[in-house]
Nanobody, 129 residues
Framework: EVQLVESGGGLVQAGGSLRLSCAAS????????IGWFRQAPGKEREAVSF????????YYADSVKGRFTISSDNAKNTVSLQMDSLKPEDTAIYYC??????????????????????WGQGTQVTVSS
């Protein structure tokens, strides 16, 4: 069974840090691109960061560049998103998604309606001011 399971969300004060994890199972992890997305209430889904596991490429949205870091632990089939200097506007449900053999740069230009191969269930991040 294919699964993407996010964890690590929570409530944090502005300026604080959280580390989100996306644990994958049921597919060949290192053949995929993994993306982090977020959706705040009443807003469209927003791309946050991508990692091409087969080519090592990365992408960060301008809104998180310099504050968030994406990384992988291939032994654990996990992609993490280290989020530092959090702001109230980072509050959202964060989702990870996987797409076969897709680089970070390719994921960065996918239209909003693109159907990624797999999605996780999301984890809530709330940043208080």
């Amino acid at each position: 069974e294919v699964q993407l399971v996010e964890s690590g969300g929570g409530l944090v004060q502005a300026g604080g840090s959280l580390r989100l994890s996306c644990a994958a199972s049921g597919f060949s992890f290192d053949e995929y691109g993994i993306g982090w997305f977020r959706q705040a209430p009443g807003k469209e889904r927003e791309a946050v960061s991508f990692l091409g596991l087969h080519d090592g490429t990365t992408y960060y949205a301008d809104s998180v560049k310099g504050r968030f870091t994406i990384s992988s632990d291939n032994a654990k089939n996990t992609v993490s998103l280290q989020m530092d200097s959090l702001k109230p506007e980072d509050t959202a449900i964060y989702y990870c998604a996987a797409d076969f053999w897709t680089s970070a740069q390719a994921m960065a230009i996918m239209p909003l309606e693109y159907e990624y191969d797999y999605w996780g269930q999301g984890t809530q991040v709330t940043v208080s001011s």
